[in-house]
Antibody, heavy 118, light 110 residues
Framework: QVQLVQSGAEVKKPGASVKVSCRAS????????FNWVRQATGQGLEWMGW????????GYGQKFQGRVTMTRNTSINTAYMELSSLTSEDTAVYYC???????????WGRGTLVTVSS | QSVLTQPPSASGTPGQRVTISCSGS????????VSWYQQLPGTAPKLLIH???QRPAGVPDRFSGSKSGTSASLAISGLQSEDEAVYSC???????????FGGGTKLTVL
């Protein structure tokens, strides 16, 4: 079955960067796009961007332009999301999620808690 | 605040039918598909409805989705205690060029 296994919780200081990984299994990695979505405690879901694992093409939400980078390693079926210049406002659970190219988000990872604190 | 508008809360008694609304605009709900997600406490979202009204395999037919103009709705019939969760709608926005979500509706089964 489809599995998206994310890396463990992180604690970062303001100004630092964080890189979250998402290892996929149970399907052909390059056939589905990845999206990254975050959720602060008690808040709604916030889309950050998408990446095609087939081409490496990306599209980032306006709020995150210049601060987020999404990449992949097709040899190990893993997608990555790196967010820089962290502030306390970036404290949230970060989800990777897959969907068909140009289609809706279907499957989600369990999330990675990123805490930004001095 | 969220681009798509949902009521913050909804409630119903077991067996009842409840409806949750999702309001958007012409650049998202009005012209693109709507999907719905269920998020049980402390867990990741789970896809309930895609393409406005399609249920993935394994989702009970108690859950149904509809769309009219710039609004969409999720209906849950035969309400059960295990339906207590947060429900969020989502749609692609052609102006923002990204996915937009509703703020989520917390459903309480009384």
């Amino acid at each position: 079955q489809v599995q998206l296994v994310q890396s463990g919780a992180e604690v970062k200081k303001p100004g630092a960067s964080v890189k979250v990984s998402c290892r996929a299994s149970g399907y052909t990695f390059i056939n589905y796009d990845f999206n990254w979505v975050r959720q602060a405690t008690g808040q709604g879901l916030e889309w950050m961007g998408w990446m095609s694992p087939k081409t490496g093409d990306t599209g980032y939400g306006q709020k995150f332009q210049g601060r987020v980078t999404m990449t992949r390693n097709t040899s190990i079926n893993t997608a990555y999301m790196e967010l820089s210049s962290l502030t306390s406002e970036d404290t949230a659970v970060y989800y990777c999620a897959r969907g068909p190219p140009g289609g809706e988000i279907h499957d989600w990872g369990r999330g990675t808690l990123v805490t930004v604190s001095s | 605040q969220s681009v798509l508008t949902q009521p913050p809360s909804a409630s119903g008694t077991p067996g009842q039918r409840v409806t949750i609304s999702c309001s958007g605009s012409g650049s998202n709900v009005g012209s693109k598909f709507v999907s719905w997600y269920q998020q049980l406490p402390g867990t990741a979202p789970k896809l309930l409805i895609h393409s406005n009204h399609q249920r993935p395999a394994g989702v009970p037919d108690r859950f149904s989705g509809s769309k009219s103009g710039t609004s969409a709705s999720l209906a849950i019939s035969g309400l059960q205690s295990e339906d207590e969760a947060v429900y969020s709608c989502a749609s692609w926005d052609g102006t923002l060029n990204g996915w937009v979500f509703g703020g989520g509706t917390k459903l309480t089964v009384l």
